[in-house]
């Protein structure tokens, strides 16, 4: 398992790669060109200009998250050729620059969604919240328009707001599109890429959508152990692989994430680790990475995890906003850095107590 951290870049992460380096054995930031507009390509020396900064402290550049799909992609629209080749194009240079992996998401229109993104916890931290009755009532732009008015929301990944200005043609867009199209456009999108990956020595990785459910009528696929194994069957390539997110398939409590971490474990190429604590009105928050905190056993996961012999990148995914730190939504380097250590104990532990291949591991007792 290598760990890794996300980083946004110099300008945009309050987060110096100075304090990243003082986390325990993490060897790589997962990182991106956030300001270019998704369906254009990334030039070869802006992806070296991120390895130079990575490199001067000892980060490799493995792991990209995200190189956004364009939505004519999702829409299978005519001009999905041009931005397609833009994709290639981007993996191409990606690869000549090093990167292994590539995350992305399939999500119509909205990337990750909450209600509230500092949600006040009772030990007097903030979290990312989401609440199902509000997501399930509103009207998507008067959503958008509440949630801009959340500090920093609109300079996050997959909230771009070029992308948001568009929402009503993009509605109007997509009452063509549910379940069936999407999966065709995914299909034919993912045809088209896979090779040029494989080619260019790269993994493709799918991030579940998150939630695992349709939000304001938009079809969402991503969301469950049967439509991910549909998913690899699309294209069944090494390279046609997979981000398992627990945070956000365990937002649906039938997924049985250590169960998905075994059964798909040789595609999985990215991991996503978090915990969150869902409530029976399908609200959750999201907690520290502690099993006894939240809904999901996280030591059992990573035992799945050590239990493939999983070899490629994991992250904490988001952390709390605790002791005073003002970082991105669910971004600080305090909390993230709490869940590294619990992973890498798990880990050790595990390691520890395997002897001739017999795990002493019995649980934890929730
Ligand atoms: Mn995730």
Request: aromatic share 12%; proline share 6%.
């Amino acid at each position: 398992m290598k760990m890794t951290f996300r980083w946004y870049g110099e300008n945009l992460d309050p987060i110096p790669l100075r304090h990243i380096r003082q986390i325990p054995d993490v060897s790589g930031i997962v990182w991106a060109l956030h300001d270019i507009p998704a369906g254009e390509c990334w030039p070869l020396e802006r992806i070296e200009e991120v390895k130079a900064q990575a490199q001067k402290y000892n980060f490799n550049i493995d792991v990209v998250e995200s190189v956004n799909v364009h939505e004519d992609i999702k829409l299978g629209l005519p001009s999905r050729k041009i931005y397609i080749e833009n994709y290639k194009t981007t993996l191409k240079n990606l690869g000549n620059a090093g990167v292994k992996v590539v995350c992305y998401n399939f999500m119509p229109v909205f990337d990750w969604t909450r209600t509230d993104l500092y949600k006040p916890q009772p030990d007097g931290s903030t979290t990312l919240f989401y609440e199902k009755a509000k997501a399930d009532s509103i009207n998507p732009v008067e959503f958008l328009e509440q949630m801009s008015k959340q500090e920093g929301l609109l300079t996050m990944p997959g909230w771009e707001p070029e992308r948001l200005s568009k929402i009503k043609e993009l509605f109007k867009a997509y009452e063509n599109v549910k379940e069936d199209k999407l999966w065709e456009n995914l299909k034919y999108f993912l045809e088209e890429i896979i090779p040029v990956a494989q080619e260019s020595g790269i993994k493709m990785a799918i991030h579940p959508d998150d939630p695992p459910w349709n939000i304001f009528g938009l079809p969402r696929i991503i969301t469950s152990r049967d439509n991910i194994k549909k998913f690899l069957s699309l294209v069944d390539n090494p390279s046609n692989g997979l981000t398992l997110c627990s945070g956000s398939l365990g937002a649906c409590t039938k997924n049985n994430i250590p169960g998905i971490v075994r059964e798909f474990g040789g595609r999985i190429y990215f991991a996503h680790i978090r915990n969150i604590r869902c409530f029976e009105n399908g609200d959750f928050a999201e907690t520290s990475h502690k099993t006894s905190d939240g809904s999901l056993d996280i030591a059992e996961i990573v035992k799945a995890y050590f239990d493939v012999g999983y070899k490629y990148y994991v992250r904490p995914d988001h952390g709390r906003h605790i002791w005073d730190e003002k970082p991105r939504p669910g971004y600080g380097l305090y909390d993230r850095s709490l869940g590294i250590m619990y992973i890498w104990g798990l880990w050790d532990a595990f390691k520890k107590y395997t002897k001739g291949g017999q795990s002493l591991w019995n649980g934890i007792k929730k």
